[in-house]
């Protein structure tokens, strides 16, 4: 992976140091899904997606940062995440537009529906970084989301993650950019609604 970042960033000093505190951050020992192996998922995606993007070199900043700082906490750890984009970068001689475009789409992957029309660059970002939806390792996707989350009560886990589910199947679309829909679309409504049958089969019987 290191390799790989000192390709995207140079091989500065800095972005040497800059390269090894994010795989320290990927590799934290409280992760379960959030891990190097996700942001190799991402950006392998995104590889598949490029021709999509307007800035590929900005998206796979982006892919770097959007879950460098991860404490559970959705929204909080974007936003973190995207500060320590704009704090980090400049020091590897990246431009402060690209900089600042890189925090915008690392802000885009705390809800993925905020991407405005015509937004390529936040299309293709978001739909690697949903791809493992429509991939082959979706059970083990689930099951390490759950790890996640080891110290939510089942109940309350279930409710939670229900409702994300029921939000992504609700929408018109999962996928932005034609390449990702092509590939992952409709795998990615077959485990997601497999999985909600689950949760809900799972569920207690309501009392009273």
Known sequence: MQTRWLALAGRSPAAAALGA?????????HRRYHTLDHLAA????????????????AVRLAA?????????????????SAWLALARLPRCGVPAARVAAVAQLVRLTAAHDRLAPGDAD??????????????????????????????VPGDL????RAGVLRRLLATRRLYRTPRAYELWE???????????????AAAPPPTG
Do not use: K
Not at 64 to 80: I, K, L, M, N, Q
């Open 21 to 29: 505190e994010l795989v320290a951050r990927w590799s934290e020992p």
């Open 42 to 57: 991402v950006l392998a995606a995104i590889d598949r997606l490029e021709a999509e993007a307007a800035d590929p070199v």
């Open 64 to 80: 770097w940062f959007h879950d460098a700082v991860y404490d559970g906490r959705p929204g909080w750890d974007e936003e973190r």
């Open 122 to 151: 936040g299309a293709v970002l978001c739909d690697a970084d949903l791809s493992v939806l429509g991939g082959d390792g979706y059970g083990d996707y689930a099951a390490r989301v759950r790890e996640e989350y080891a110290h």
């Open 157 to 160: 886990f279930r409710q939670g």
């Open 186 to 200: 409709t795998r990615a409504r077959a485990n997601m609604s497999a999985e909600l049958a689950a949760l809900t």
